[in-house]
């Protein structure tokens, strides 16, 4: 028996993710909601001045609970680095304070990123002297609020934003719209 029921399924990220990867997800959809359909999603990444990040030293911060318990070694702001063509990206361990220090002892997978682990008092001191002591030409920061706002950061800062796209011809509204029209022709809903 099917203990994950599903009409559909979408596979999200999968213009970065590995290929092997996807087919997996692939699988497990089958496996669980077989009769799900099954769509690919993008999640293109953009930054609102491209041309500050080639050619420089960028340090890259992430949202924190991505890398920490989501067991990524990287996020949404590395890939925007190196999409938009970054000389280097600046490995933050070395400067390193408090609850950020301690993150990349407990989680020894993160990468050379900076993740923001949490917004009390200590956490934002910790991570505005961790970036403010990198030497960096650029920082690039993909958390869920504009880190900007809450932290004084002494270099050009620019925050990571991304996009839903469908990856094939037959995208998430056409499935949705098709979803809909049959509950409606079944009378199951009324609009």
């Known amino acids: 028996t099917n203990l994950l029921m599903a009409d559909l ?7 970065t ?9 692939r699988e497990t959809v089958r496996k669980h909601a077989p009769g799900a359909e099954i769509l690919l999603a993008e999640s293109p990444v953009s930054v609102d001045d491209p041309g500050a990040v080639r050619g420089k ?4 911060v992430e949202d924190g609970p991505t890398l920490t318990h989501g067991g990524m070694s990287f996020g949404a702001a590395r890939i925007a680095a190196e999409k938009y063509g970054a000389a280097q990206i600046v490995d933050p361990r070395c400067c390193a304070v408090g609850s ?3 993150a990349y002892r407990n989680y020894a997978h993160i990468g050379p990123v900076l993740p923001a682990m949490g917004y009390s008092a200590s956490q934002v001191r910790d991570l505005e002297r961790t970036i403010n002591a990198a030497d960096c030409d650029v920082v690039l920061y993909a958390t869920p609020i504009q880190l900007s706002r809450l932290v004084s950061i002494n270099k050009p800062a620019f925050r990571v934003g991304y996009d839903y796209r469908d990856h094939d011809a037959r995208g998430l509204k056409d499935a949705l719209l098709d979803r809909l029209t049959l509950l409606r022709e079944s009378g199951k809903i009324q609009f």
């Open 57 to 60: 030293r960028v340090l890259v």
């Open 17 to 25: 993710a590995n290929p092997a990867d996807v087919e997996a997800l």
């Open 9 to 15: 399924a979408i596979i999200n990220k999968v213009d």
């Open 100 to 102: 950020i220090a301690e």
